[in-house]
């Protein structure tokens, strides 16, 4: 027993060896989620975007002043000056979601008053929603700044409480969702094209020369890569925190997860480089299985925003599975009553990958 | 044609794929301590039946012992007594030789000294080199050193000087000199009749699935000139073979 214990371990510590040092593997597996995640956390999708607004101030007195320092105070506003046809220009290239012009000898005064001109402000078609917003943003600026010269006394029109509260960033969706990725493409990827090319070059068939039979090393190759994939969830969970991703469940239950996905999409890359007989034959039916996943699972984007019926036909992949239960656990700390189903789920496609897996293994 | 102390025994062995039989009743013994040649031209039945005595496909029909052990019924104990070498056999790309050689020594339960193993092949300085760094004579004198980690009794080399330069494959024919020296038994194929003349005691012609001769090169050629054979053009004492390991010498070109 410690004999054949050994025998596996020995061929177990080589395969993790050959997998490092095979760079090709290492950049798919461990570099572009990294890559991906670095992209998307400095993109920063998901946070409200801030409304960038043109400022041409044709007034250049005391009031425009005052009404450009409360604008640039504004959050969410991102004030540019310049002249009018500058930032009309821009306005144009879609670089400014509206313009403000004050007119010259403009003064901060309520309408109906002497001296009072309306502010113009220009939106265009093509960020039609923005522009609005901007300008009701702009609107509510200038009513405040009333307020304050009326009565004398600068009390905000309405008070803001703020309540504690998680406030989950696309960072939030996709860590979750990238680690799904990962461990699938680990599963399907490095298993399909390694093996098969072993098995191509004869390398397999050389191992079959010696007394130890080959599903040792089989077994070795499987432990193997379920132990990167636990150390490269680890690792991009670590550099999801670092920008902010909140984790709220437990890293156990996160690990957990991924060694049951691993095991179903480690069947189904087996289950490819058992049956090709070379990388042509395995290539193509790798990216069958794995690329509908990538886009329709909901790694990078919910897959609310899919019609109804895609919805319907790609629930039960076991990438979305696995995707709703790391999103269940990381971002709300879900137990095992909440993702019973989608373990169940997993567990299924287990089952249904190693059936075919073991049908379509061919060792030559 | 019984030998004494037979190490293979062969017995009418039989192997078909479909309607071709490629192995048609084989049948020879090998002495322990000689180097045994199959020779024949390409499709004649020299690796199948090599890989029938070796454990790597099954026996149709007839059967064979090694070291007295009965392949068919045995094939693993049979592998951890036989060092094979393959016709194309590829090594694990990210492994380095002396990695390589200590991982196949696991596979046999037995603790290898890589750096003997090396030496013994004239490898040492690529010790931690990776086999797709070697050369075609490199990669042959490697793979004969992973069929040696376990002290094999019979050694299977199967074409091992095929696509060698001529200087790869005399250094080759040294080094198995040098295993026959060491009293390993050799069995080899190959369809370069000089290397079998001078590697072979005893040589099988095979052809069409069938032996077709049996006998030490000079018995060979003793018995077709007694039929009175004669060559249309006489033999010179050296051949362009010769004159080419004349011009450019018996270094190795592998660097």
Redesign the interface.
Known sequence: MSRRFEVFWHLFVASGKMFIRDRTAVFFSFFLPLVIMLIFGVLNFGEAAELEVGLADEAQNSSSQALQSALGQTSGLVIHSGSLTDELAALADGDRAAVLRIPAGWELVPPGSAGYQPLSAYTSQALAGEGQTAVLLVNAVVAQALVSVDGGSPEPLVVVEEVAGRNLGYIDFLVPGILGLTVMQLGVFSVAFGFVQLKQTGTLRRLFATPTSPSYFLAAQVSSRLVIALIQVLILLGVGLSFGVQLVGSVAVVLALAVLGSVVFLGMGFGVAGWAKNENQAAPVANLISLPMMFLSGSFFPREAMPEFLQEVTRFLPLTYLNNALRAVINDGAGLEVIGTDVIGLAIWGVITFVIATRLFRWE | MPVAEPIIVARDLQKSYGSLRAVDGVSFEVAAGEVFGILGPNGAGKTTTLEMI?G?RPIDGGSATVDGLDVASDP??V??RIG?Q?Q????????NLT?LLV??G????VIVNPAQLLADVELSEKAHSQVRTLSGGQKQRFSIA??LVNDPRVLFLDEPTTGLDPQARRHLWGVIKGLRERGHTVVLTSHYMEEAEYLCDRVAIMDGGRIVALASPDALIGSLLGRGFTKERVERLANLEDVFIDLTGHELRED
């Open positions: 070796e790597m693993r104990a592998k951890a094979i393959l194309s056999s590829a090594f694990f790309d990210e492994l990695e991982l196949f696991h596979l046999y339960h992973a069929a």
